[in-house]
């Protein structure tokens, strides 16, 4: 059971340039989020996705795109990277559950990739 | 919307010391409250929780209480260690019926942690 996965883990990109961030689990997890971590900001919410086929927009959407065709997968794109993107970012997963049950499951959280935008 | 606040770092003790680490939430509804630890150079892990109020969240020498009344959930341990050197974040996350934001964690800022010899 290899949890949650995310590569690269280092990533260096030229202004402009796009790129996939990947990230799986092997849990069988509905609920699926990105985050970005960044000095004295804490992590902040990308996207997320309640389960295959749907996603939704968190607190700092703007310069990154998602899907989620199945369970497992859950990339983040870069459509055009800026240097205020480069940051450390972490995909998680966690069961959904339902109504006011559903927030007592703990995200699990990948390793995290470092970005770094020239 | 729902939010966090915890008292912002660096800290430094002595190993045995006592620990606290505030943290306060504003939140409508009625979401479950977490702590995570970061440890240099790896991802987040879960180090307790607390789903309703005036339950205990403990683990590994750390304790939180779910307090609605002062909407706090601060973090104690007795004794630190050195080996307790984190980055300590405090979060909440919303239920999955929340409109617009569901089942998302909202994280504080984060506390870092050094515990010296």
């Known amino acids: 059971n290899a949890g949650v996965t995310q590569t690269p883990k280092f990533q260096v990109l030229k202004t402009g340039q796009s790129m996939t961030l990947q990230c799986a689990q092997d849990m069988n997890h509905e609920y699926m989020s990105w985050y970005r971590q960044d000095p004295g900001m804490g992590l902040r919410l990308i996207h997320y996705?309640?389960?295959?086929?749907?996603?939704d927009q968190g607190e700092v959407p703007n310069g990154y795109n998602v899907s989620r065709s199945t369970t497992e997968d859950f990339p983040l794109r870069l459509l055009s990277a800026a240097p205020s993107q480069t940051s450390v970012y972490f995909c998680?997963?966690?069961?959904?559950?339902?109504?006011?049950?559903?927030?007592?499951?703990?995200?699990?959280f990948g390793p995290g990739t470092r970005l770094t935008v020239l | 919307g729902n939010s966090v606040t915890q008292m912002e770092g660096p800290v430094t003790l002595s190993e045995e010391a006592f620990l606290t680490i505030n943290c306060t939430y504003t939140a409508t509804g009625y979401p479950s409250l977490f702590w995570y630890v970061q440890y240099p150079g790896e991802g987040l892990q879960l180090l307790l929780k607390?789903?309703?109020?005036?339950d205990k969240g403990s683990n590994k020498g750390f304790e939180a209480t779910y307090r609605k009344e002062t909407t706090s959930f601060h973090l104690e341990k007795g004794s630190v260690q050195v080996s307790d050197s984190a980055v300590y974040f405090c979060?909440?996350?919303?239920?999955?019926?929340?409109?617009?934001?569901?089942?998302?964690?909202?994280f504080g800022k984060g506390t870092k942690l050094s515990v010296k010899p």
């Open positions: 998680a997963s966690s069961p959904s559950g339902t109504g006011r049950g559903g927030s007592y499951n703990e995200q699990f």
């Open positions: 607390a789903t309703k109020a005036d």
């Open positions: 979060a909440l996350r919303n239920p999955m019926n929340y409109g617009g934001s569901q089942g998302n964690l909202i």
């Open positions: 996705s309640v389960g295959a086929g749907i996603t």
